[in-house]
Structure formats: structure tokens, C-alpha cells
């Protein structure tokens, strides 16, 4: 199994910036790819970013890239979501997400492992 675990979220004013962490352990060697999704209040989980954890190739919600930036390090088998320019639009909580495959999903169900997620909340 692999264990996925959020943190970094809070209170922010619009314009603002967070870094989040998701830290990996368990039978790390099993993965390949990882991701960021959101889901606010009464809406869909949504698609951030996802990075491959070997080749560090990234893809990114259309709408969140330029303010978003997703990376890794791999010797702290850490992702990272730095997220600047904030709106309050981007109030959420966020869940990192895992899964052994070398392509890039954007959708829920392609992913195995998830975090508890962590809240975001901007203020206007």
C-alpha cells in the first residue's frame, strides 16, 4: 500500500501565496505518476497538476496554469504545489493522488491512492 499525506493548506487574502506538501510512504517504488485535485463545496473533485515522479514531466489544469507550479523531490519522496496569485475561486480542499502509471490522468478514477486532503481558503 502506499500512504499519501497533505499539508500546508490555510487561510490566505486574494493574492496570495501557498506552498502544499504531500508526503509518500509505503511501497513508494510502485509510484509512478502523481497528482493534485481539488474540490470545493458542492462541486466536482477537479483536476490541478500531475507529475511523473522518475522523468518529472508535468500537465496542469488549463485554467490553474501560470499561478500553479507541481514539482517533486524525490530523496524526501515529496510533491509540492506551489500556488501564487491566489483567488478566493480557489477555496477548496486539495488532495494529492497516486497511481502506477507512466501517462499523466486528469480524471479521479484513474488514480489508486489518495491523501485526506488539506483545506485551502482564500479571501477576498
Known amino acids: 500500500q502506499v500512504q499519501l499525506g497533505e499539508s500546508g493548506g490555510g487561510l490566505v487574502q486574494a493574492g496570495g501565496s501557498l506552498r502544499l506538501s504531500c508526503a509518500v510512504s509505503?511501497?513508494?517504488?510502485?509510484?509512478?505518476?502523481m497528482g493534485w485535485f481539488r474540490q470545493a463545496p458542492g462541486k466536482e473533485r477537479e483536476f490541478v497538476a500531475a507529475?511523473?515522479?522518475?522523468?518529472?514531466?508535468?500537465r496542469y489544469s488549463d485554467s490553474m496554469e501560470g499561478r500553479f507550479t507541481i514539482s517533486r523531490d524525490n530523496a524526501k519522496n515529496t510533491m509540492y504545489l506551489q500556488m501564487n496569485s491566489l483567488k478566493p475561486e480557489d477555496t477548496a480542499v486539495y488532495y494529492c493522488?497516486?497511481?502506477?502509471?507512466?501517462?499523466?490522468?486528469?480524471?479521479?478514477?484513474?488514480?489508486?491512492?489518495w491523501g485526506q486532503g488539506t483545506q485551502v481558503t482564500v479571501s477576498s
Open positions: 509505503g511501497r513508494t517504488f510502485i509510484v509512478y505518476t
Open positions: 493522488a497516486a497511481v502506477r502509471t507512466v501517462v499523466l490522468p486528469i480524471t479521479p478514477r484513474e488514480y489508486d491512492y
Open positions: 507529475i511523473r515522479w522518475g522523468a518529472g514531466s508535468t
